[in-house]
């Protein structure tokens, strides 16, 4: 088992910016893509951003140019920085992790969610 815990949501301004950050619990496989949904609520739950362990990203459309996903494999960790937050951006973000994959169609585990407000 391999437990996600994610820190770094919060309260914001619109046209700020927030970092999340998300740790796994033990080392992984090489071969695997970490990534962070969001959920907005009566909505389902969406891809933001993925990344393998070779470093190739993925990015939902609405959040290019403003959001930046990166990870440190030393530490089993990602991280997304959030610029140019917006209000539509208000969702709890999510922590994912596949393994045997370097791309994320269908996350085998899940960080427990942490809540990222933009307001106006």
């Known amino acids: 088992q391999v437990q996600l815990v994610e820190s770094g949501g919060g309260l914001v301004q619109a046209g700020g910016s927030l970092r999340l950050s998300c740790a796994a619990s033990r080392s992984i496989f090489r071969l695997n893509a970490m990534g962070w949904y969001r959920q907005i609520p009566g909505k389902q739950r969406e891809l933001v951003a993925c990344?393998?362990?070779?470093?190739?990203?993925n990015y939902a459309d609405f959040v290019i140019g403003r959001f930046t996903i990166s990870r440190d494999n030393a530490k089993n960790t990602v991280y997304l920085q959030m610029n140019s937050l917006k209000p539509e951006d208000t969702a709890v973000y999510y922590c994912?992790?596949?393994?045997?994959?370097?791309?994320?169609?269908?996350?085998?585990?899940w960080g427990q969610g942490t809540q990222v407000t933009v307001s106006s």
């Open positions: 990344i393998s362990w070779g470093g190739s990203t």
């Open positions: 994912a992790l596949e393994l045997t994959t370097a791309h994320m169609t269908r996350p085998d585990y």
